[in-house]
């Protein structure tokens, strides 16, 4: 109700202020974009029918007037080069690949078939004899490629250390510079921040490149080109489709040279994604902001009621006071995301009862869905990771990561109250 002694065009601005609660216009952004290459935003020549939603694009080839001369070079969602051949270029995936672009402030964005896909690009920019720092805490399948792969088969060295602890990382940089810093923040599945700004300005002062995996906050409550970064990758199958549907991952980039070479590994490795799945992930991303919103709500109460309750021993969450680097969140992320990991009490056999009675929250790998998943890394996304890797890290049996949805909060805390309360009981009865 407005406020009797407010003008009209004060009842006016109240409302679009209530209206308008996500940051700096993106609902905007996430659902119309622009041409990045020209200041002409008009894409007649890529919609002639005036269609509200991208066609899916099927064809794995396209018809040359001339031999050699590829087709729709004018189309905005060809970047310039035309059709040829589905792998090297596809109208749908243009489409898709522009409108990330868009949302991440970037230049520049190039798909692949899964978020490993983009990973693998990242690392086709490093050349035998090469280093590579990567945060200690990160994604396990991230871990067991760069250790299993990269390094034993292509020559590549990695070192996993604490970005946060400048000690360490001072003398590391004296015995040799990295090509690459591979960044996680937050970190899966400890939710560790680090300060991209910070790691930016030591990527650059050693003439190195620093990628960020931007999975956990997605392309609303973070963007790490505007701190520094010179890459960033995403597992599309989380936040950006958001529907447990697709399997998909881009890299995106303000460098020319980073983006040719991308693009390259792209067309030359061949590592696509469908055009339906480009369909299913673009859609997903106008519905983003509202998503996000939804479920960094849900997580907020919910690690509150965590903090509280007898079966948890401990929360992180960075949108806790209690979360160590709370205020290097609070500074560089527009929002604290949807991503909580908990201690229960007990060991083992109570995570277990934990997660096989939750109802509303399904027991699964993967997060950043509509629908809320529980999980317990140790024995499930990071079970890859070596056993005193992981006891440094903190990640044990008792650690359980929630990926919160959309559901109503009421119910997701009392599925968790219900859970929680069945492994104390199983306590109190051994």
């Keep these: 109700m407005s406020n009797p002694a407010q003008t009209p065009n004060e009842v ?3 409302a679009i202020a209530s209206a308008d609660i996500y940051h700096h216009g993106v609902g905007t952004t996430f659902l119309h974009i622009h041409n990045p290459l020209t200041d002409n935003d008009d894409d007649a020549a890529s919609n002639p029918t005036g269609a509200v939603v991208p066609s899916i694009s099927l064809a794995t080839t396209f018809r040359q007037s001339t031999p050699g001369e590829a087709t729709a070079r ?3 969602n060809s970047f310039g080069v035309g059709y040829e051949y589905s792998r090297t270029g596809n109208p749908t995936r243009g489409v898709f690949e522009r409108a990330v672009a868009a949302a991440e402030k970037a230049k520049y964005c190039v798909a692949f078939s899964s978020g490993s896909a983009a990973t693998s690009a990242v690392i086709h920019l490093l050349s035998p004899g090469d280093k590579i720092f990567c945060i200690d805490d990160v ?3 991230t871990q067991r490629y760069f250790r299993r792969i990269v390094h034993p088969r292509m020559g590549i060295d990695i ?3 604490d970005f946060n602890n400048d000690e360490v990382m001072k003398e590391k940089l004296q015995f040799g510079c990295p090509k690459l810093f591979w960044l996680e923040t937050p970190t899966n599945p400890t939710l560790k921040v680090t300060d991209i700004r910070k790691v930016s300005h030591m990527a650059k002062a050693n003439n190195a490149i620093l990628a960020v995996d931007n999975t956990f906050c997605s392309p609303y409550f973070q963007n790490p080109l505007d701190r520094g970064a010179d890459i960033v990758v995403h597992s599309v199958t989380k936040y950006i489709n958001g529907h447990s549907d697709v399997v998909m991952g881009v890299v995106c980039t303000n460098d020319e040279s980073i983006y040719q070479s991308l693009r390259f590994t792209q067309n030359g490795v061949g590592a696509v ?3 339906f799945d480009c369909y299913l992930a673009h859609r997903g991303l106008k519905t983003l902001h509202v998503r996000m919103e939804a479920a960094a709500r849900n997580a907020n109460a919910i690690s509150i ?3 509280a309750h007898p079966g948890v021993t401990k929360v992180v969450y960075p949108g806790l006071k209690s979360h ?3 205020e290097i969140a609070k500074e560089q992320q527009h929002g604290f995301g949807a991503m909580i990991t908990f201690y229960c009490v007990g060991g083992r056999a109570q995570s277990a009862i934990v997660l096989e009675k939750l109802r509303v929250f399904t027991l699964a790998e993967s997060l950043g869905a509509v629908e809320s998943l529980a999980e317990c890394p140790s024995l499930m996304t990071h079970a890859s990771v070596p056993d005193e ?7 044990d049996d008792t650690l359980i990561r929630l990926s919160i949805g959309i559901e109503s909060c009421s119910d997701l805390i009392a599925d968790l109250d219900f859970a929680l309360n069945d492994a104390l009981s199983s306590m109190a009865k051994a």
Excluded: K, M, V
């Excluded at 890797?389 to 990640?395: F, K």
């Design 324 to 326: 160590p680097q709370h």
């Design 74 to 76: 004018d189309d905005p």
């Design 305 to 307: 009621f965590l903090e």
């Design 139 to 141: 994604y396990g399948g």
């Design 12 to 14: 006016l601005q109240s």
């Design 159 to 161: 070192e996993f250390l």
């Design 389 to 395: 890797q992981r006891e440094l890290l903190g990640i």
């Design 273 to 275: 994604p469908s055009p």
